[in-house]
């Protein structure tokens, strides 16, 4: 293998290099969930690991989504408006807040700031308790790691995400109601009237239910992954706590547009 | 941190999160007035149903009475074949007249219904026989362009 190569030869070789490199992290995920969902029980017999997490995940979460919440929302009316009121549709507000924010900006945007907010922290915690050889301290006093660190996380996260999108859903529409009401003068009995004759409830919400728990396990499965198998440096822990919200994003992003596909094809 | 602190805020970020959800299903969604327990349906054949569609509201003198259920397509008499299912609480004549109405200028389509004077009740699986068609612009627009040439035909 001395001779020099060729360059198509080393391109082709480097191609090569990036698709395995990439199959064989597929597999190492893959088999790290199957263990980490085999190896859940624990969240059941001491759901105390779940809840404390759960505070960590959730709980601390709330200010951020609150804000940004109540913010998009009251964006959202004001742009809304603005636009409808050129067709002299601007009794709709209501109507367009509420959907935009329950199909699509609900669950993406939450997804986005748990991400950043939780994902992170989660991945650096882990990926710190390697670095430190906490793991592998507990695996020498029979302590399973997946278990005892990984799996109440990730269920936390599970539970956490859904519940604060709802949270994210209210407040925005909450938001949408100053603007158009208190601000811009729409009456309120239309601008709920109109959100209720357009938003159903399996269509809409549900959808966007099902939406927000497929990016509660895309997110914190990624944010525990990236901690467990960081590399034990401070370099690596950084390394992969950026990647954590880098890819969390890509991974939201691109799955939204096929999960609404998918959902709503049919409309 | 205290297991008691802990577990209250978990708690109530939890109950905040599930009221949340309970208050987008009534609320926003209006999730009450989906649930229709008692429905007939009846069925309705139309020469051009329009831009109907699935789930429109089929409405009385304003009020919604019911849901299209579904729309099929009768090869044989080539018409349209559309279940309404209307809320048993109303109950119209058996020579109810339906028509397929816009609301507003450029609004979603609905099925208007207008009672008749039969004694008789409209029944499950009865077939409404006086139907009238969705108007559609284009055909509005080419009738009215069509007796304008009439009409300048004939003055000059």
């Known amino acids: ?267 | 941190m205290n297991r008691q602190v802990l577990d209250f805020w978990v708690g109530l970020f939890v109950a905040v999160g599930i009221a949340a959800t309970v208050f987008i299903a009534l609320q926003v969604a209006n999730l009450t007035t989906l649930q229709r327990g008692a429905v007939y349906t009846v069925q309705a054949e139309f020469d051009n149903i329009g831009g109907l569609k699935v789930r429109a509201p089929v409405k009385s003198a304003g009020v919604t009475v019911g849901r299209v259920s579904d729309i099929r397509y009768d090869s044989d008499q080539h018409k349209a074949v559309v279940s309404l299912a209307i809320d048993s609480q109303y109950q119209f004549s058996a020579d109810t007249s339906l028509s397929i109405l816009t609301s507003g200028l450029l609004g979603e389509q609905y099925i208007g219904v207008q009672s008749g004077s039969d004694a008789e009740l409209l029944q499950d699986g009865d077939v409404v026989w006086l139907t009238s068609s969705a108007i559609v612009l284009e055909n509005l627009i080419g009738e009215v362009l069509f007796n304008r040439a009439q009409d300048g035909g004939t003055t000059q």
């Open chain 1, 1 to 267: 293998m001395t001779s020099p190569l060729t360059l198509p030869a080393r391109l082709i070789r480097a191609l090569g290099h990036r698709v395995t490199d990439n199959l064989i992290s597929l597999g190492i995920a893959a088999r790290f969930f199957v263990a980490l969902l085999a190896s859940s029980a624990i969240c059941l017999r001491r759901p105390g690991l779940v809840v404390r997490e759960m505070y960590f995940i959730g709980v601390m979460s709330l200010v951020i989504i609150l804000v940004s919440g109540l913010f998009v929302g009251l964006v959202l009316g004001l742009q809304m408006y603005d636009t409808l009121e050129r067709f002299g549709s601007g009794d709709i507000v209501g109507m367009v807040v509420a959907l935009s924010l329950v199909r699509e900006l609900g669950p993406v945007l939450s997804a986005l700031l748990i991400s950043s907010r939780a994902g992170s922290a989660v991945t650096a915690e882990i990926g710190l308790m390697k670095t430190t050889e906490q793991l592998s301290a507990m695996e020498m006093m029979a302590i399973q790691p997946v278990a005892r660190v990984v799996a109440p996380r990730f269920w936390a996260g599970v539970f956490s995400v859904p519940l604060l999108t709802s949270i994210f859903n209210v407040t925005g529409i909450f938001g949408g109601y100053l603007v158009a009401v208190h601000l811009l003068g729409v009456d309120a009995g239309t601008f709920w009237s109109q959100m209720q004759s357009a938003v159903d409830f399996r269509i809409d919400v549900v959808n966007g239910i099902i939406k927000s728990v497929f990016f509660a396990v895309t997110i914190i499965f990624i944010a525990v992954y990236q901690g467990y198998h960081a590399t034990p440096t401070a370099e690596g822990v950084s390394l992969a706590t950026t990647q954590t919200v880098v890819k969390s994003a890509l991974v939201v992003l691109g799955m939204d547009f096929v999960l609404t596909a998918f959902m709503f094809r049919g409309l």
